[in-house]
């Protein structure tokens, strides 16, 4: 029996952390030494890459493309994600200062700004079988983030990065807030 309670739209879109990922691949960076000192140094980064959004919630949640919306399924899925990938550009500012020798304590902060180049909802149940559904569904055709991160110089860093702009266009106030492990590093 569900409460009435659970049907608020801050419940609506509760996620399945363990399940829900995001993934952030830069193959084109240009870094700029902006300041260098014997034990300090200050890059500016830019570059172009994807950032791609895997949400899994709690609820059975259906997306529909005609007309634009989002429905509770009286289906209970197997497997049940909202997919959004965006062709991004980051803006980063990163410091290090060396711990000792060449080993260096990295941080930075920046932003991205990204337009949408697919979204997708792809459900597994009993009752339909495998389904995957291509649609805007009232997303946001770009997004702005703000970044950090934190950690060591070529081992690795820990991120978090949170979504400015809201993920629909419908009203819907939902800001992805995502934290992670970060391998390399702009």
């Known amino acids: 029996?569900?409460?009435?309670?659970?049907l608020r739209n801050?419940?609506?879109?509760?996620?399945?952390?363990?399940?829900?990922?995001n993934v952030n691949?830069?193959?084109?960076?240009?870094?700029?030494?902006?300041?260098?000192?014997?034990?300090?140094?200050?890059y500016l980064s830019s570059g172009l890459g994807f950032q791609v959004y895997n949400f899994r919630y709690e609820?059975?949640?259906?997306?529909?493309?005609?007309?634009?919306?989002?429905?509770?399924?009286s289906i209970n899925f197997r497997k049940n994600k909202l997919?959004?990938?965006?062709?991004?550009?980051?803006?980063?500012?990163?410091?290090?200062?060396?711990?000792?020798?060449?080993?260096?304590?990295?941080?930075?902060?920046g932003a991205t700004a990204g337009y949408?180049?697919?979204?997708?909802?792809?459900?597994?149940?009993?009752?339909?079988g495998k389904q995957k559904t291509h649609g805007n569904f009232d997303l946001m055709d770009y997004n702005?983030?703000?970044?950090?991160?934190?950690?060591f110089d070529g081992v690795l860093r820990f991120y978090a990065s949170y979504q400015l702009t809201?993920?629909?266009?419908?009203?819907i106030e939902q800001h992805p807030i995502c934290v992670g492990l970060r391998i390399g590093g702009i």
Do not use: H
Request: aromatic share 10%.
């Open 1 to 6: 029996t569900r409460r009435s309670s659970d």
């Open 10 to 21: 801050e419940n609506l879109f509760d996620l399945k952390p363990s399940k829900s990922i």
């Open 25 to 42: 691949i830069y193959p084109v960076m240009v870094k700029f030494l902006a300041l260098k000192t014997g034990g300090q140094r200050l």
């Open 59 to 73: 609820e059975n949640l259906t997306y529909t493309k005609s007309p634009n919306g989002i429905v509770i399924d």
């Open 83 to 109: 997919a959004v990938n965006y062709l991004n550009i980051p803006l980063m500012v990163t410091g290090k200062t060396r711990l000792y020798k060449d080993k260096w304590l990295t941080y930075g902060v």
């Open 116 to 128: 949408r180049l697919s979204s997708w909802n792809k459900q597994t149940s009993e009752e339909r």
């Open 144 to 151: 702005a983030c703000l970044t950090g991160e934190f950690g």
């Open 166 to 171: 809201p993920l629909y266009t419908n009203g």
